[in-house]
């Protein structure tokens, strides 16, 4: 079995459930308390597909303006990147563009899945898919999900769908 370790960028802005996300995909549980992570903060989870195993290295990195600038060291080295929205506010079209440059600044091509947040949060849905694919496809991203870190809904999709790109991409 092949055995490989992807660095994996976790980005967007503060509030939007990034450090939420996380907890539910490596730890299994929604925690409501979470605090804004300074700087960046790690997780590492270990999945398999494919008579592959992958050791994904998740790199969280704080959303506040007040942190963009140490964060631009931590992306170099990154296979790939998820970059999270809250789907109940229409994210800014600059916000998206700063986090794309932060995140490519080092590989122009480096894969990005969209990943919009609180889909449990049904009634106050204020993006719907047409406008999320439209900022997909304006940033050259791979794939748009929808998650829900408080029920579990599409949490492993993101994920699993970067591993499989990232590997796609090796060279032999």
């Known amino acids: 079995m092949r055995s490989f370790v992807f660095k994996v960028l976790i980005a967007g802005n503060g509030g939007v459930g ?8 490596v730890d299994g549980f929604f925690d409501d308390s979470t605090i804004e ?8 989870k270990e999945i398999e597909f494919n008579n592959t195993y992958c050791m994904l290295q998740l790199w969280d990195l704080g959303g506040q303006e007040r942190f963009r600038h140490l964060i631009e060291n931590y992306v170099m080295g990154a296979r790939g990147a998820l ?10 079209i600059e916000s ?5 440059n932060i995140i490519r600044i080092h590989d ?8 919009g947040t609180k889909l449990d949060l049904e009634d106050a849905i204020a993006v719907d898919d ?19 870190a408080k029920n579990g809904d599409g949490v492993k999709e993101p994920f699993e769908i970067l591993a499989k790109t990232i590997k796609k991409g090796i060279k032999y």
């Open 83 to 92: 970059l999270l929205f809250d789907m109940t506010r229409m994210p800014k």
């Open 18 to 25: 990034k450090t939420s996300l996380l907890r539910r995909y």
């Open 37 to 44: 992570t300074v700087g960046v903060d790690f997780f590492i």
């Open 130 to 148: 047409e406008s999320a694919n439209h900022i997909k496809n304006a940033f050259n991203m791979i794939k748009y999900v929808k998650t829900s």
């Open 96 to 100: 998206i563009l700063q986090w794309v």
């Open 108 to 115: 122009l091509n480096l894969p990005i899945i969209l990943v």
